[in-house]
């Protein structure tokens, strides 16, 4: 069985920070990537981060040069440290990880449960 569990999320003012953390973890044979979604009321769920086990990265123009993904393989956890906070960066996020299980051939999506990030004054 494969789980992620997400942490880290919150409430915070304009301008502030948060750092999410995403660990995947059960029968894991490789990584192949690693994502933050975020999905606002009436809003469809978009892509904010994207990482490769080799460390290639992927920002939309809305959160580049504000947001940054890193991953700890040994670890299996991705991270997502969001600086400048705006309110429309209010969301739910969700992880994502591309894994291939152990004893499996292809690779398949795994989600998280989602963590809350309100930004507001």
């Known amino acids: 069985q494969v789980q992620l569990v997400e942490s880290g999320g919150g409430l915070v003012q304009p301008g502030g920070s948060l750092r999410l953390s995403c660990a995947a973890s059960?029968?894991?044979?490789?990584?192949?990537?690693m994502g933050w979604y975020r999905q606002a009321p009436g809003k469809q769920r978009e892509l904010v981060a994207g990482?490769?086990?080799?460390?290639?990265?992927n920002y939309p123009d809305s959160v580049k040069g504000r947001f940054t993904i890193s991953i700890d393989n040994a670890k299996n956890t991705v991270y997502l440290q969001m600086n400048s906070l705006k309110p429309e960066d209010t969301a739910v996020y969700y992880c994502?990880?591309?894994?291939?299980?152990?004893?499996?051939?292809?690779?398949?999506?795994?989600w998280g449960q989602g963590t809350q990030v309100t930004v507001s004054s």
């Open positions: 994502k990880v591309n894994l291939r299980r152990a004893g499996w051939i292809l690779p398949s999506d795994y």
């Open positions: 059960g029968n894991i044979f490789t990584i192949n990537a």
């Open positions: 990482i490769t086990s080799g460390g290639s990265t």
